[in-house]
């Protein structure tokens, strides 16, 4: 997920450099999303990888 995070901050800024304003900022908006999610998914991963073996 993070992976696809970086893709599209790729691209949300290389069409800010091109002057494409609404496909940057869409971009960009999914690539916050995306980030959000992979940090909540990677805090639950930690804290539920910590218990002991039952």
Do not use: C, E, K, N
């Not at 999914?30 to 940090?39: E, K, M, P, Q, R």
């Amino acid at each position: 997920m993070l992976h696809y995070a970086l893709i599209f901050l790729v691209i949300a800024l290389v069409a800010g450099v091109l002057g494409f304003t609404g496909i940057a900022g869409a971009a960009s908006q999914i690539a916050w999303i995306l980030f959000v999610v992979f940090l909540i998914l990677a805090v639950i991963s930690f804290f539920r990888g910590r218990r002991p073996p039952a």
